[in-house]
């Protein structure tokens, strides 16, 4: 699909408004809890402008699939639903794309044609009951014969269960002794072909996102030997990949809803009154829609630099760090949104017929899926403190204004970082540690936007916005011993108790 200057702009406008125009007519998309998936009704709506050829290449029909495009695509979708925007990304970037870049080329014509004419979804399956956070223990596995490969195993909480159309299956390769081998594979699992069928054991009574189904699969399921991805070099760095472009591009998503959280809560300020004035008279109100203001700038910066690194010709087996800082940051941010806007709306925004209330649930589960974000900030305090062991540097400071991610925002807050990690702080810092040093990142992608003709005066205040969270997560980690729990906490601790003496 040939694509003329400022089409696909236009593209993603009218589709924008399309969408809006399905959600308003049709509020019990958002409203009703659709345990297995939205019906196909609303879905072929949603689905008729063909939204999703963005992310598939030129050359099998598509448009193109340019970051920027996509990035686009997932913001404008966001704004209007998040959910929505979920079931783009999913399908997009968790399958669409590494089909792209590691499927077949006759399972890639097969897989594209059919998403075009047929308006399919497609999704990622990598959780198991028993595995959730520890990926590389899954006990899926796949054996090889002269009918394809035969997968075995369970699946749970892949977005779009019981809906989507083609699936990719992560598995480990049985060995002859019956073991597993460390590395994994992926494979392209499509529903509607004999012996490919995946049962769901149960759906989940999920607490949002009602649009997108989730549950427990069972994997018993036997492919043609062209559904194998090809990874080039391991299925691990493979999915790494993957979910490092995957990890990226929420900025899209993310961007798009901060953005309405921002909107709203402007527009519900300037209509309010108290007291005699509006709710943006107030110095507290003031604060909140400045750190809202900040988000939506730290946010662009994100969508800024994913459009640049993210396309599927780049391999980003290495790109851990900007990633998990960019997804941790990005979904804690999208959180603290929703919060801030069901506060200033207050008890009308309590409903699920509201979008503060609709934000607040159907935003806490980005924080948890695609990896955990404390497990996220771990990781990355993992990272900093073996590089600083390894330059033999203890100042906090003098590492991060020299390390590649972080020298050019460092120097903004030297009066805050200039310490120095000894023995024990090292040992008690972890997701604090993470959680500056993801900051820092993401927040020198601000000063990338700017240099690209950004408004300087956001940026300045989403600088001055991230010190003042620094600055609070610094004594975290400078001034604070470990905190253990009491697992006993019951003995002893019962205020009718007789050991204590009640004063009239």
Request: include cysteine; charge should be positive; charged fraction near 25%.
């Amino acid at each position: 699909m040939s694509m003329r200057p400022g089409e696909t702009e236009t593209f993603i406008r009218e589709f924008q408004q399309e969408l809006r125009n399905i959600l308003a007519e049709n509020p019990e998309i958002e409203t009703v809890n659709h345990l297995q998936g939205l019906p196909r009704h609303f879905l072929n709506k949603i689905l008729a402008p063909e939204p999703l050829s963005i992310f598939i290449p030129s050359e099998y029909g598509g448009r193109g699939d340019k970051p920027i495009d996509c990035l686009s695509l997932l913001e404008a979708t966001a704004y209007e639903s998040i959910a929505v925007a979920l079931m783009i990304g999913i399908t997009g970037s968790l399958f669409l794309e590494p089909v792209a870049k590691y499927g077949r080329e006759e399972a890639k014509a097969h897989v594209f044609q059919s998403f075009i004419n047929k308006k399919s979804l497609g999704g990622l399956m990598i959780t198991e009951p028993d595995y959730g956070t520890d990926a590389l223990s899954m006990r899926t596995s796949f054996s090889e014969s002269d009918k394809g490969y035969s997968l075995k195993g369970s699946k749970h909480w892949g977005g779009l269960t019981g809906l989507a159309d083609f699936w990719l299956v992560t598995a480990r390769k049985e060995k002859e002794n019956g073991k597993l081998k460390r590395d994994i594979d992926l494979f392209i699992v499509e529903k509607s072909q004999p012996g490919q069928t995946i049962e769901v054991e149960a759906y989940y009574h999920k607490l949002g996102l009602f649009l997108i189904p989730y549950g427990l699969n069972k994997i018993d399921v036997t492919v043609p030997t062209t559904s194998k991805l090809i990874p080039q070099t391991s299925g691990l760095k493979l999915m790494m990949d993957l979910l490092h472009r995957s990890r990226l591009r929420l900025s899209g998503i993310g961007l798009g809803f901060i953005k309405r959280m921002l909107d709203e809560a402007v527009k519900h300020c300037r209509q309010r009154y108290v007291g005699g004035k509006s709710l943006l008279g107030y110095d507290q109100v003031q604060h909140r829609l400045s750190q809202l203001q900040a988000w939506y700038t730290i946010n662009s910066a994100m969508c800024h630099y994913a459009a640049r690194v993210s396309g599927v010709k780049n391999n980003l087996t290495l790109f851990g760090l900007q990633a998990n800082a960019t997804k941790a940051i990005l979904t804690d941010m999208m959180q603290s949104a929703a919060q801030s806007l069901l506060q200033l709306t207050g008890a009308k925004g309590y409903r699920r017929d509201h979008i503060a209330g609709r934000a607040v649930v159907d935003s806490r589960p980005f924080q948890i899926f695609e990896g955990s974000n404390d497990v996220m900030y771990s990781q990355i305090a993992d990272t900093i403190l073996k590089e600083m062991k390894k330059e033999k540097e203890t100042n906090f400071y003098t590492f991060l204004s020299q390390f590649k991610l972080t020298e050019k925002i460092a120097g903004y807050y030297k009066h805050i970082l200039n310490f120095k990690l000894n023995s024990e702080s090292r040992q008690r810092a972890g997701v604090a540690l993470g959680k500056i040093v993801a900051r820092l990142i993401t927040t020198e992608f601000t000063l990338d936007l700017m240099e690209a003709g950004f408004r300087s005066d956001l940026v300045d205040n989403a600088i001055q916005v991230v010190g003042n969270t620094i600055a609070e997560q610094v004594s975290s980690v400078t001034q604070f011993g470990q905190i253990h729990v009491i697992e006993e906490y019951r003995d002893g601790s019962d205020w009718k108790s007789g050991h204590f003496r009640i004063r009239s």
